[in-house]
């Protein structure tokens, strides 16, 4: 994936609530904002995660690991995914951007694909395709199975619900798809086999659960939650935050006694 610079768009909170009257195993796979959005020309959010994700110079020993032909035939689909960039000239990922909208706001219809009705949701405009470039389709994915197999922390994250809130707050949807990407680098994926022990530990993971990658996700975008408000953050500290979570989320991967994701003790954040 390329690294590219652009604009964010924070939040403004006015209010706390938000409230409106086989080789691989495979597992089942309206509210009025009352927030601002404003625009700045930070590369921060949306286009890339350059300065959040750990970098090495190209001299530096990368170790590798050898992977059983399961674990290959693993990693190899989920690469395919992650290659699949959001075309809005396919079917299917139209249903599945309005399929995201219907999972979030399902009393308030959406009046067109292109619409300033998604800055509700945290995009950065009203056409969230510009904004799935950092992360592909699969970041559309991943927020449609947070969606259904996490339907209450889904609300919880899109809704700001719990805890003591910034005045200035992360986007939701932006924050999604960084998330994508920045597990993308983490885990090495577009690697041919993996080079860092925390990558090698999650193919053993997907090697016996096809989401794997999809349930990471939703335990990573809780965490992050869960660090901002620890953090008591704002929308300036979103990199500092995402390093801090991705410093977590690689020491419970590696944790003796974790054998698989929802061992992970960042897992019992999440609620369905």
């Known amino acids: 994936m390329d690294e590219r610079g652009g604009s964010f768009v924070a939040v403004r909170r006015i209010s706390q609530g938000l409230d409106r009257g086989n080789t691989c195993h495979s597992t089942s796979g309206n509210f009025h904002s009352l927030t601002e959005v404003v625009a700045g020309s930070a590369a921060w959010l949306g286009r890339g995660l350059s300065c959040v994700c750990a970098q090495r110079r190209e001299s530096d020993p990368r170790p590798s690991f050898d992977l059983t032909p399961a674990q290959e035939e693993c990693l190899q689909r989920l690469q395919l995914r992650i290659d699949v960039a959001y075309d809005s000239s396919i079917p299917e990922h139209r249903e599945a951007l309005r399929a995201l909208w219907n999972a979030a706001f399902p009393d308030e219809e959406l ?3 292109i619409s300033e009705q ?4 945290g995009w950065q405009g009203k056409d969230p395709s510009t904004d799935f470039r950092g992360g592909g389709f699969i970041s559309l994915e991943n927020l449609l199975y947070l969606a259904r197999n996490f339907p209450k922390s889904f609300q919880d994250l899109l809704r700001k619900q719990e805890g003591d ?8 949807a932006v924050a999604g798809v960084n998330i994508t990407f920045m597990l993308i680098q983490m885990l090495d994926l577009e690697a041919v086999k993996p ?3 925390v990558g090698a530990t999650f193919l053993k993971f997907l090697s016996e659960n096809e989401s794997a990658f999809d349930l990471l996700y939703c335990i990573t975008f809780k965490l992050m939650d869960h660090q901002w408000l620890a953090m008591r953050a704002s929308y300036m500290d979103f990199n500092t935050v995402m390093k801090s979570t991705r410093r977590q989320l690689e020491r419970e991967l590696l944790l003796e006694d974790v054998t698989r994701l929802e061992d992970l003790p960042s897992y019992s954040l999440l609620s369905r």
């Open 165 to 172: 809130r910034s005045v200035w707050e992360y986007p939701f």
């Open 118 to 121: 998604w800055k509700e949701m």
């Open 111 to 113: 009046r067109d694909l």
């Open 195 to 197: 080079r860092t022990m």
